[in-house]
């Protein structure tokens, strides 16, 4: 389970959501695995978080965030566990338009992976937003699962299932490891 908090820069919520996650990790409650910080533009940002008490996970959705999406997952260390694609602001601040074959964001979204990838982090595509599209929820998992996104966040209940049996390795995939070991 990861909290998404509010963004401790932009708004005057998110250094108190901050210090209310770290009273409920104190008080020995267990579950929480993460937080999720929005709008990540800097590795300061994370680098301001040095000895928190749980990982965090950078929420990548803006211009700036995609520029400087290697130095915020190559120089913030241990406590980065992962990204997160936000492709629904992401779409909103390049002014572009939800397509149905994400076209806008394969820049954005390959360069979110391949940083990832080059810094050993996690890295987790965007919600589908239409919850009854199933349709598209499964190809856009399919396309992000093909692109190198290791899962994707979801929205609804309805769509645990698809992402799951989509994110997982196909039976052909687990036999070829099997031989391999």
């Known amino acids: 389970v990861l909290l998404r908090v509010n963004c401790p820069i932009s708004t005057p919520w998110g250094k108190d959501d901050l210090s209310a996650v770290e009273d409920f990790v104190q008080s ?62 992401f779409t909103k601040e390049i002014d572009a338009r939800h397509t149905p074959q994400r076209e806008p964001l394969m820049y954005a979204m390959s360069r979110c992976i391949i940083a990832a990838r080059a810094s050993d982090k996690v890295v987790i595509d965007g919600v589908h937003m239409e919850i009854e599209d199933l349709a598209g929820l499964e190809w856009t998992s399919r396309q992000g699962r093909n692109l190198g996104f290791d899962g ?3 929205i609804h209940p309805t769509h645990i299932e698809l992402t799951n049996a989509m994110y ?14």
């Not at 996970?57 to 913030?76: K, Q, Y």
């Open 28 to 89: 020995g409650v267990p579950g929480l695995s993460g937080v999720v910080l929005p709008k990540v533009e800097s590795k300061q940002v994370i680098q301001d978080l040095n000895g928190f008490p749980l990982p965090i996970w950078a929420m990548i959705e803006t211009p700036r965030g995609v520029i400087n999406v290697e130095s915020i997952t190559g120089d913030s260390g241990d406590q980065l566990e992962g990204i997160i694609f936000g492709l629904n602001d």
């Open 168 to 181: 997982s390795p196909s039976p052909e995939e687990v036999e070829h490891a099997r031989k391999l070991v």
């Open 152 to 154: 994707r966040s979801i």
